[in-house]
């Protein structure tokens, strides 16, 4: 993603059409790279003998945001949550969990509109 669109540090450098189309060029080269390796080639470790798979991983992690309903509306405010969680799926630090996911992305969505609501200017007084 960076090196087509710049620094993905914040949403403001990907639109939300953007961010899956560079998330289904990354799930496509992480598909390529976790491929078993041939049967005639000796076996050595890859992500593919360990009990996690980059790409399966990444594949779960990205569907997850991609069904979301308002996904284009709410896209600057997980934006942060999805990039952080994506890095930790690529350093092998943890695997998708659902439960998590959702967990995490009802608290930010949830804070947002709490802190929405309690600055309109009818609700100051």
Not at 1 to 23: I, K, Q, T
Not at 56 to 61: A, C, F, L, T, V
Not at 89 to 118: P, S
Request: aromatic share 12%; charged share 25%.
């Amino acid at each position: 993603m960076v090196a087509l669109w710049g620094n993905d540090d914040n949403h403001e450098c990907l639109s939300p059409l953007r961010f899956l189309e560079a998330s289904k060029n990354l799930l496509a080269a992480l598909q390529l790279l976790c491929k078993a390796p041939t049967e005639s080639a000796e076996p050595t470790h890859s992500p593919t003998s360990s009990s996690t798979n980059y790409a399966i991983e990444y594949e779960k992690h990205l569907s997850y945001f991609k069904q979301m309903d308002d996904f284009e509306d709410t896209f600057a405010i997980w934006y942060d949550f999805e990039r952080e969680a994506r890095m930790d799926i690529l350093m092998g630090n943890v695997v998708f969990d659902w439960v998590k996911y959702a967990a995490c992305v009802h608290i930010i969505l949830q804070t947002r509109r709490a802190v929405e609501y309690g600055s309109h200017p009818s609700r100051s007084k």
